[in-house]
């Protein structure tokens, strides 16, 4: 099984075609099936620029930090450090004995006690009890004026004093009632660190990251790396790319398990490539096969689902850190495929069914929660191409 040779030129043709319109300044895409794997760079590494996009660009992943992140947890839980469905008190005294709003759109001095405590397993599926709330009530204002609230820039608070923070403020709903997207993964990356008496970025490093090869991705850019990293930008009021980031990078204060890691097709690629093969990469075993199918086994309930259908599509529950697509909605979407993108512009699935990977790296922050146009047109050429 691979690709016809006729119809990836389309994929070609796709891209580029987002490239000359002036849409996105660069793209590094990668797909991969049954040992075949092809990768190809377009465009330039930054707006108006003259170098051109290079295969081993470093960009900011966003919220594709999140697959490594609930990964990571699996593997504590592998060495019983820790257990889906024990509390979480001891190692986050921050989040014991929780108040939990009267009503989410409420104001929140309106409380009853939680039901339960908070475990790592409302954590990895985003039933914990905060996250995004829409229509911005109370609660998510709260979150926003604390420096709480999912976003793209990165956290200016320590590890400490963001737990801290998040302590003072009721929950949005009981544990395990409601998927809130987003900050169970920032609370899990902090529950990594104290339980493996590791920071984080050691953590994913050494046994993760070097296992597989993945040289390039962390939480911070080196130095001597800058000229690799991919300027991020933001469509501006006229719908030009306006450049949001500084181009000097330094370890954070807060090293999101939501969303800080930058990274590169080839590393990502490795890792997605270890969770297609049942958790094993070369002579390396990350994870057991066990693991990884609860890693990519929907979670929600249907009504858990319809609510949050507006983040999360017509064709998708959520797993442990990324989405998987439950029903076949259109030729892209298999499914048992395991998928999540990031809001600065990156996209990846795996599809298990068609041992399939497709990758897609850009500069261009999503303008909204539903996927971008060139990520839908991305999939779609990639399952087009399919030579069976």
């Not at 995004?132 to 990165?154: H, K, Q, T, W, Y």
């Not at 660190?193 to 962390?218: C, Q, V, Y």
Request: aromatic share 8%; net charge negative; hydrophobic share 40%.
């Amino acid at each position: 099984m691979g690709f016809a040779k006729q119809r990836l030129a389309r994929l070609h043709e796709v891209m580029n075609g987002y490239v000359a319109r002036g849409e996105l300044p660069g793209a590094v895409a990668a797909v991969s099936r049954g040992g075949e794997t092809h990768i190809e760079a377009f465009g330039t590494l930054a707006v108006g620029g003259t170098e051109p996009m290079r295969r081993d660009a470093i960009f900011r992943i966003a919220s594709n930090t999140k697959p490594i992140t609930a990964a990571a947890a699996l593997i504590l839980v592998e060495e019983c450090v820790l257990r889906l469905d024990d509390p979480v008190d001891e190692l986050l005294p921050e989040l014991a004995d929780r108040r939990v709003l009267a009503r989410p759109d409420g104001p929140l001095d309106e409380t009853v006690p939680a039901n339960r405590p908070i475990t790592l397993r409302d954590l990895l599926t985003f039933r914990f009890g905060l996250g995004v709330v829409l229509g911005n009530p109370p609660i998510f204002r709260a979150l926003s004026e604390a420096g709480l609230a999912p976003g793209l820039d990165v956290v200016d608070l320590s590890i400490d004093e963001w737990m801290r923070r998040l302590g003072e403020l009721p929950l949005a709903y009981q544990p395990g009632e409601q998927w809130l997207y987003h900050t169970g993964s920032d609370v899990l990356g902090v529950l990594i660190a104290r339980a493996s008496g590791k920071s984080l970025p050691d953590f994913l490093r050494e046994r993760i990251f070097e296992p597989l090869g993945m040289r390039d991705t962390g939480f911070h850019v080196p130095a001597d790396q800058l000229h690799r990293l991919a300027p991020s930008y933001q469509a501006g009021p006229g719908g030009e790319l306006v450049r949001r980031d500084d181009p000097v990078d330094s370890p954070p204060k807060f090293p999101g398990g939501g969303g800080g890691l930058v990274s590169t097709v080839d590393d990502y690629l490795a890792f997605y490539r270890m969770l297609l093969d049942g958790g094993r990469y070369g002579r390396e075993r990350i994870l057991s096969r066990p693991a990884v199918a609860l890693m990519c086994t929907d979670q929600l309930t249907d009504q858990q689902k319809a609510d949050a259908r507006p983040i999360l599509g017509e064709s998708a529950g959520w797993a442990f850190g990324q989405a998987v697509v439950t029903h076949r909605v259109d030729l892209s979407t298999t499914p048992g495929q395991f998928c999540w993108s990031g809001g600065l512009g990156t996209t990846a699935f795996g599809d298990p069914a068609e041992d399939l990977i497709g990758i897609l790296l850009t500069q261009r922050a999503m303008a909204s929660a539903a996927p971008s146009q060139h990520f839908t047109d991305f999939r779609t050429t990639v399952y087009q191409a399919l030579s069976d």
